[in-house]
Every structure is written in C-alpha cells, then in structure tokens.
C-alpha cells in the first residue's frame, strides 16, 4: 500500500525560504514519476515540480529558478527546496505519485 507522508510547511515571510519533505512508503521513490503540486483556496490544484525515475525534473512557470526538487534513494523521500518565497506562493502543497496523494501540507508567505 503507497503512503504519502509531507512535512516541512509552516509560516514564513516574503524572500524566506522552507524545505518540504514527502516521505513514501510501499513504492520507492525512484521508480517512477514523482511530484509535488499546490491547491489555493479557490483555485486548481498546479504542478510545483516533479522529477523521473530518470532524474529529469519539470518546473511550473511560477516557480522556476526559485523552487528545486530532488530525491534521497537512501531516506526514500522526494524533497522541494523553496527559496525566495512569495505570498502568492500560499497554498496545501501535496506529494504525488502514480495516483496517490498525500494528505498535503500547509505553505503560507507573509507580505
């Protein structure tokens, strides 16, 4: 059975930075596409990052060049490493794969 376990959200000010962490179990994180996405009140849920059993990484527009995902084989986790961070970037962040989602944790910027 995949879990999807997030961790890393919090609260933090316009330019900061946060390092969001899904740890998985029953799939390893190598095999397959994992991702991260974010859902808004109000809006769509959006692809942040995701990356390839490849090692290839795909960024949405919004996030490019601030947000970098990566992989840890041994710990079996899929990180995103936040930077420079801005108030529209609030939102529930999930882990994804093949499906499967986490149950999401909470991102929020202050101006």
């Known amino acids: 059975q995949v879990r999807l376990v997030e961790s890393g959200g919090g609260l933090v000010q316009a330019g900061g930075s946060l390092r969001l962490s899904c740890a998985a179990s029953g799939i390893k994180v190598s095999i397959g596409t994992m991702g991260w996405y974010r859902q808004a009140p109000g809006k769509q849920r959006e692809l942040v990052a995701s990356?390839?059993?490849?090692?290839?990484?795909n960024y949405g527009a919004t996030v490019k060049g601030r947000f970098t995902v990566s992989r840890d084989n041994a710990k079996n986790t899929l990180d995103l490493q936040m930077n420079n961070l801005k108030p529209e970037d609030t939102a529930v962040y999930y882990c994804w794969w093949a499906g499967s989602w986490g149950q999401g944790t909470q991102v929020t910027v202050s101006s």
């Open positions: 990356m390839s059993s490849g090692g290839s990484t």
